[in-house]
Nanobody, 119 residues
């Protein structure tokens, strides 16, 4: 199962960006799909998750500013980011876990998309 992110770029503080991630391959079902990020010199950290049941959870640092949504029929997850801050600068990664068409579990990562918040 492959994941492809898009939508990163350069934005001024206070601005907005929308990221998307689409899964492809031999997918039977996707359980959880999430966003993580890794800033300069930092460990990769959790940002947001949306489960197949529709539950969402956010890191406290993005709560109220970011929104995760999912279109199951398209195997796509979106991350709407607003009120961006310089500390949101990072490479954003998509992660998906589920079952492939052979009944095996998968835990896949995308290659990441750069988000830079700077004036």
């Amino acid at each position: 199962v492959q994941l492809a992110e898009s939508g990163g770029g350069l934005v001024q503080p206070g601005g907005s960006l929308n990221l998307s991630c689409t899964a492809s391959g031999s997918i039977y079902s996707i359980d959880d799909i999430a966003w993580y990020r890794q800033g300069p010199g930092n460990e990769r950290e959790f940002v947001a998750i949306r489960t197949s049941g529709g539950s969402t959870n956010y890191d406290y640092s993005v709560e109220g500013r970011f929104a995760i949504s999912r279109v199951n029929a398209e195997n796509t997850v979106y991350l709407q980011m607003s009120s961006l801050k310089p500390e949101d600068t990072a490479v954003y990664y998509c992660n998906a876990r589920g079952y492939d068409s052979h009944g095996k579990t998968f835990d896949s990562w995308g290659q990441g998309t750069q988000v830079t918040v700077s004036s």
